[in-house]
């Protein structure tokens, strides 16, 4: 029963701040590394960012390096999506992930349903 819900998502101006939320439950996501994907409409999937257990954030697109990071509430078990600058290219639909291990490098399983991020002026 392991699951996530994303919250968070919403209308932001470009140049703008948004912080998303995912909250676990079944499973302490302290114990696992956990990642953030997107995907906007007629493109895939893509990984953004994940948070090992040892707080090691890895990013996996140059275009959000500067822009957005991640932290963790354990005693919440809610990882958070921090994003800074926003920019159009960010509107997608914005999933979180449970790893398979502590690092970042052991892939992904059980998927939260998704929030929408709309950046528009």
């Known amino acids: 029963q392991v699951q996530f819900v994303e919250s968070g998502g919403g209308l932001v101006q470009p140049g703008g701040s948004l912080r998303l939320s995912c909250a676990a439950s079944g499973f302490s996501s302290a114990s696992y590394a956990i990642g953030w994907f997107r995907q906007a409409p007629g493109k895939e999937r893509e990984a953004v960012l994940c948070?090992?257990?040892?707080?090691?954030?890895?990013y996996y697109s140059d275009s959000v390096k500067d822009r957005f990071t991640v932290s963790r509430d354990n005693g919440r078990n809610t990882v958070y999506l921090q994003m800074n600058s926003v920019r159009s290219e960010d509107t997608a639909v914005y999933y979180c992930?449970?790893?398979?291990?502590?690092?970042?490098?052991?892939?992904?399983?059980?998927w939260g349903q998704g929030t929408q991020v709309t950046v528009s002026s």
């Open positions: 992930a449970k790893g398979r291990h502590v690092w970042c490098s052991t892939g992904f399983h059980y």
């Open positions: 948070i090992a257990v040892s707080e090691q954030i890895t």
